[in-house]
C-alpha cells in the first residue's frame, strides 16, 4: 500500500483563504487565533484551562450521559466522557449533517481527523487528556442536503416530507432506501455487514439524531469518539446569557458585519449574519426569529413576543432557540472544553469571520485545522496512470488539460509551438526597432501583424491538437475513463462517493486504514492506494 502527499494549493480544488492561512500569510493572521502546530496548542490548553469551569464539565458529563442512555457505548468512549470531569482534559472536535449513512466520504474523513489529532496531542503532551468529539448537526432543517447518498453512479434518496430539526424526524420510508441500497450491494461478508449496519441503525432507531449516533458509534466508537447532540435542554441552558444577548444587542451581527468588511477585501465571504442568528424550535417548527415593530416574530408563523415575553421564554424553554452558521461556533465552544475545530475549506472560510465575535464575548476562539483529504485508488488504476505516463498529481488536472498534456506525451508529432512563437517574437522585435526609426505610425501595423501571425500558431496548434485526438483516441478514451473513476462528475471522490462502496472491498479494515495513512498536521492531500 502506497501513500502519496500533493500539497493543496497543487491540486485546483482548495481556495486561496485555506492555502494562505496554511501558508500563514500575515494578512490573514488577525481573523484566527492558535496556529495548528505543538506551540499553537500549548497555548490554546492555557487559555482554556482557565475559562472552562468545573461545573460546566459536571453539566456535559451529565448531559452526555442522558443522550447515550439508549446506546451500546465502547469502554474507550465510556472513558473518555469520565475525564471530561477532570480539569486537565480538552476535546478536539469536529461536526457535520445528519447525511443519511454519513452520505459523502469526507463524512468519515472528518473524524477520522478528530480521532488521529486527539491521539497525536496525548503523544506530545502526556500530562493531559484529549477527547475526540462529533458534534451531531441535529438542528440544521436543510434536508435536501442530507437526504441521500451515492453509491457508485446510483443516487439512493430517502423520500418524504421535511419541516423543523432534521435530528428529529422519523425514519418513516427508510425501509425502501434499505431495499433500493441492498439491491446494489453484492453477496459478500462485507456487504452483508453493510445490510446489517443500514438496518440497525435505520430501521431500528425512532428519529435521526438516533439513528446516526448508532451508526457512527458502531464505526468509531471504538476508537473512543464521543459524540454530541447539540439539541438539548441541560446544554442550552448554559447557552442561554447569549441568546439573551443575541435577541437584544444583535452582537454577533455587529460585530461580524465589521470583520466582513476587512476580509472581503482579499477573499470571498463565505456566509452573511442575520440581524438575530437565531431559529426558534419547537415541534416541527424550526424558523427565523426578527425583530419588527418593537416584537420578536417566529418568520411564517402566528408566533409574537413582546421582550419580557421573549426573555421568560429563554429562561424558562432554552431548548427553543437555535443557533443558526453564526453562532453554533460559540454555543460548540461554550459547553465543551475544546481546543480545536476540524472542518472542511467551506467550514473553515466562516470561522474566519467569527474571531472578533469571540473576543467580544470573551470565549476563547479554537484552533481551525483543515480535515484530512483523501483519494482512494486502487492499485489497479495507479498502475494505468503509470502507463499512461500520467503522475498522480496530474490526474487533479481539469479533464481537458489533462488529455491535452497525455495526447501531447504520446503524440510522434510535436504539438507545442512555444519554439515557432518565441522565433517569432524574436522577428517582430527586430521589426520594431526598424519601426521606431523610421516612422513611428509604422509601429501600430507591426504590433497587428504579430498578433495575427501569433494567432495563426496558436490555431495551428489548435488543429495540429485535434487531429492527434483523434488519431489517439484510444488514448483519451482510457484517460478520461480512468479520471471520471477517480473524479465522479468531475468534482473529488470525497464530496460524492459515499464509504460503503469502499467498505465492501475492505470490510472493517478501512477505518483503521484511513487512521493509520493519514496525519492530521500535515495539511497535505494524501492519495492511497488499496488493493
Known amino acids: 500500500m502506497s501513500v502519496t502527499h500533493i500539497p493543496f494549493a497543487a491540486t485546483g480544488y482548495f ?5 494562505d492561512y496554511l501558508d500563514k500569510k500575515s494578512e490573514l493572521s488577525e481573523f484566527y487565533g492558535n496556529f495548528p502546530d505543538v506551540a499553537g496548542f500549548k497555548n490554546q490548553i492555557e487559555a482554556k484551562k482557565t475559562a472552562f469551569s468545573a461545573p460546566s464539565r459536571q453539566l456535559l458529563n451529565d448531559a452526555l450521559k442522558q443522550q447515550y442512555i439508549n446506546t451500546i457505548i465502547s469502554d474507550e468512549s465510556t472513558q473518555n466522557i469520565e475525564v471530561l470531569l477532570n480539569e486537565n482534559t480538552f476535546t478536539v472536535t469536529t461536526g457535520h449533517q445528519l447525511n443519511i449513512f454519513t452520505g459523502p466520504l469526507y463524512f468519515l474523513y472528518k473524524i477520522v481527523t478528530v480521532i488521529n489529532l486527539a491521539n497525536r496531542l496525548k503523544k506530545e503532551f502526556p500530562q493531559q487528556n484529549f477527547v475526540p468529539v462529533y458534534w451531531m448537526a ?21 423520500n418524504r416530507e421535511s419541516s423543523g430539526a432534521v435530528g428529529r424526524l422519523k425514519t418513516d420510508g427508510f425501509d425502501a432506501v434499505f431495499n433500493e441500497f441492498s439491491t446494489l450491494l453484492g453477496n459478500s461478508k462485507n456487504a452483508d455487514a453493510l445490510r446489517e449496519l443500514f438496518k440497525n441503525a435505520y430501521l431500528k432507531n425512532k428519529n435521526l439524531a438516533e439513528a446516526t449516533r448508532y451508526l457512527v458509534n458502531e464505526l468509531f466508537g471504538k476508537h473512543g469518539l464521543v459524540i454530541v447532540d447539540g439539541d438539548d435542554v441541560k446544554l442550552k441552558k448554559q447557552f442561554a446569557p447569549f441568546v439573551k444577548q443575541e435577541l437584544l444587542q444583535n452582537t454577533s451581527f455587529n460585530i461580524v458585519s465589521k470583520t466582513d468588511q476587512q476580509l472581503s477585501a482579499k477573499y470571498k465571504i463565505q456566509v452573511n449574519p442575520r440581524e438575530i442568528n437565531l431559529f426558534y424550535l419547537k415541534d416541527a417548527i424550526r424558523e427565523r426569529i426578527i425583530f419588527e415593530k418593537n416584537l420578536f416574530k417566529v418568520n411564517n408563523t402566528s408566533l409574537i413576543f413582546t421582550e419580557n415575553e421573549m426573555l421568560k421564554e429563554v429562561e424558562e424553554h432554552p431548548e427553543r432557540f437555535s443557533p443558526n452558521v453564526i453562532l453554533r461556533p460559540l454555543y460548540q465552544e461554550i459547553v465543551l472544553p475544546n481546543l480545536a475545530y476540524i472542518g472542511g475549506g467551506g467550514e473553515l472560510a466562516y470561522w474566519f469571520q467569527l474571531k472578533n465575535y469571540f473576543n467580544a464575548v470573551n470565549v476563547p476562539f479554537p484552533i481551525l485545522v483543515l480535515r484530512n483529504s483523501v483519494l482512494l485508488a486502487t492499485k489497479k488504476q495507479l498502475h494505468k496512470l503509470d502507463k499512461l505516463s500520467i503522475s498522480i498529481s496530474e490526474i487533479f488536472n481539469k479533464q481537458e488539460t489533462l488529455v491535452e498534456n497525455v495526447i501531447k506525451k504520446h503524440s510522434e508529432i510535436k504539438i507545442d509551438f512555444s519554439e515557432q512563437k518565441s522565433h517569432l517574437k524574436q522577428q517582430f522585435s527586430a521589426l520594431k526597432e526598424l519601426a521606431k526609426k523610421t516612422d513611428s505610425t509604422f509601429l501600430g501595423a507591426v504590433n497587428a501583424q504579430e498578433k495575427k501571425q501569433l494567432n495563426g500558431l496558436d490555431y495551428l496548434e489548435k488543429r495540429l491538437l485535434k487531429a492527434q485526438k483523434r488519431k489517439l483516441s484510444d488514448v483519451v478514451d482510457r484517460v478520461t475513463d480512468l479520471q471520471n473513476g477517480l473524479f465522479p462528475n468531475q468534482s473529488l471522490q470525497e464530496r460524492n462517493q459515499n464509504f460503503s462502496a469502499f467498505y465492501e472491498v475492505m470490510g472493517a479494515d478501512l477505518i483503521p486504514m484511513l487512521l493509520k495513512n493519514t496525519d492530521p498536521l500535515k495539511f497535505e492531500f494524501t492519495v492511497i492506494e488499496f488493493d
Do not use: G
Request: glycine share 0%.
Open 15 to 19: 481556495s486561496k483563504l485555506i492555502c
Open 138 to 158: 441535529t438542528e440544521d432543517h436543510d434536508f435536501e442536503e442530507i437526504q441521500y447518498f451515492n453509491v457508485n453512479s446510483t443516487k439512493i434518496s430517502w
